[in-house]
């Protein structure tokens, strides 16, 4: 067996093997071991005819035909073994030619890890919408606290949404009465939709008194069909709208364990602005990461974009089989052609290999380095609560056996380099003003600190460093956001 090694663009090879006639001779033979699976050779047993009787059946170039189309790339694995490479996808078979003197000639290409030469200036000032909180987001937060206290009381007006009805409710269907739908004294708030489908519109603009039908659908959870067709018929007994209690001192010490109305507009705004500077950060790392990539000259073998398309295809099959979706299914809800698909799928795998490619050569162009510290507080992350009676030690050692160990370590590397990137980096406002996304401290972050070290901690916490921060409608207090209005206690 001869080989040659040639370039066949940055980072690919093409390695051509030269193979003799008589090295064919055990794919021959295997070859003819599966042909006489296949037929029915008369006096044989399936697989027992010897290769004489088969070769005369399909004829010698056949069966040598067979031989190479099955048995080359096992008989070629011992040179891609022996030269002094690293494929990042599996070695693919180009071409196959008959020698003049006997045997054959294979080319197969080798795609490598791309490098990049030069990197783009990472001291990038990146654009980003300045994060600010209004009087009006301040307002409205606290509304929707004072939403939750909110008690209710009859008016003499049609209901609108947002306000509750006392009905007494049924329904039909076909002209016969559907007993699960029937209920007295149901209280329900127009406009949720929280219900049955349909009932909304039946009781939009109703006043007390009134008796209101109008078709509905039902809803999983009745004994008719989901989506069955009935006729809903509701006597409105009472509107109700919400008083909503006055914002002052006394209501906020009552409500939170705060004092004052100011420290709860305080407290609201920390809380937006945390948000708001999350939020904006998350925007400015991708405006970052983009430009970068963009500007990143370096030529991706397609073999390697394949391989990474055909990994992001997996991993969103399998998303879509958990979820029970199909790849169809999936296009109608993202509205997407099939090309389009394509087109962006292709798209995500060329950033995703160019953004590894770029932060490799940032850690090949600093000082970056993984402690054995840094190694083990990564696995015992990796490990879930099942994984406390396994030795991280163990587990260490494992992967430095079988080589995974280079793996974690690559990607606690990527991750610094990433940190390198955004510290190097600046985010600025439309004129050019620069922006600070440090994060406040709210007063659940100090409590914290002062459990966990006897006092407070005054540094500012890292863009994107706490992802698991409450939603705006959480901001203000810890309150239970799935209070119900509270009716006043003369009507109950």
Do not use: C
């Amino acid at each position: 067996m001869q080989t040659t090694l040639k370039e066949a663009g940055p980072f690919e090879r093409i390695l051509t093997v030269q193979l003799d006639e008589g090295e064919l001779e055990p794919a021959k033979n295997a070859a003819a071991r599966k042909l006489s699976q296949q037929l029915k050779i008369k006096g044989f047993r399936p697989g027992k005819a010897p290769r004489a009787v088969v070769e005369r059946m399909v004829g010698a170039e056949a069966l040598r035909g067979e031989a190479i189309e099955d048995g080359v790339p096992d008989l070629v694995n011992p040179a891609l073994a022996e030269i002094d490479l690293e494929p990042v996808t599996a070695p693919r078979i180009e071409d196959i030619r008959d020698r003049i003197e006997g045997g054959i000639e294979v080319d197969i290409r080798i795609t490598l890890w791309p490098s990049a030469d030069t990197i783009p200036d990472i001291a990038r000032r990146v654009e980003v919408e300045s994060p600010e909180v209004t009087d009006e987001e301040i307002d409205e937060q606290i509304d929707r606290l004072r939403s939750q206290y909110a008690e209710l009381e009859d008016v003499a007006k049609p209901a609108e949404e947002g306000d509750y009805v006392m009905i007494n409710l049924s329904a039909t269907a076909n002209g016969e009465p559907v007993a699960d739908v029937r209920a007295d004294d149901l209280l329900y708030e127009v406009g949720s939709r929280s219900y049955i489908p349909g009932l909304d519109d039946v009781l939009a603009g109703a006043s007390a008194g009134e008796i209101r039908e109008g078709p509905g659908n039902l809803p999983e959870g009745f004994d008719e069909p989901v989506g069955a067709e009935v006729t809903l018929r509701a006597l409105v007994k009472a509107v109700r709208a919400k008083r909503l209690p006055e914002v002052t001192d006394e209501w906020v010490s009552e409500v939170s364990e705060l004092d004052d109305v100011a420290s709860l507009r305080d407290r609201v705004e920390q809380g937006l602005l945390r948000m708001k500077r999350q939020a904006t950060a998350g925007v400015y790392r991708e405006r970052l990461m983009d430009e970068l990539t963009a500007d990143l000259e370096v030529e991706l073998p397609e073999a390697l974009v394949e391989a990474e398309m055909g990994s992001s295809l997996h991993n969103l099959g399998h998303s879509l089989q958990q979820s029970g979706l199909d790849m169809g299914t999936y296009l109608q809800i993202t509205g997407q052609g099939e090309e389009e698909f394509v087109q962006d799928v292709r798209e995500g795998a060329v950033r995703s290999l160019k953004t590894r490619i770029l932060l490799d050569a940032v850690v090949s162009g600093s000082n970056i380095e993984v402690t054995d510290e840094e190694i083990d507080e990564a696995l015992e992350q990796m490990q879930g609560p099942e994984d406390d009676h396994i030795d991280i030690a163990d587990v260490k050692q494992a992967l430095t056996a079988n080589g995974r160990i280079s793996v974690l370590t690559g990607d606690i590397l990527r991750r610094k380099a990433l940190d390198l990137i955004f510290e190097a980096s600046t985010p600025v406002d439309s004129a050019g003003n620069e922006i600070d996304l440090t994060l406040p401290r709210l007063e659940e972050d100090l409590e914290e600190d002062e459990d966990d070290e006897g006092g407070a901690d005054d540094e500012a916490l890292e863009v994107g460093g706490d992802t698991g921060d409450p939603g705006p409608e959480d901001a203000a207090v810890g309150m239970d956001a799935d209070t119900e209005p509270e009716e006043d206690s003369d009507e109950q």
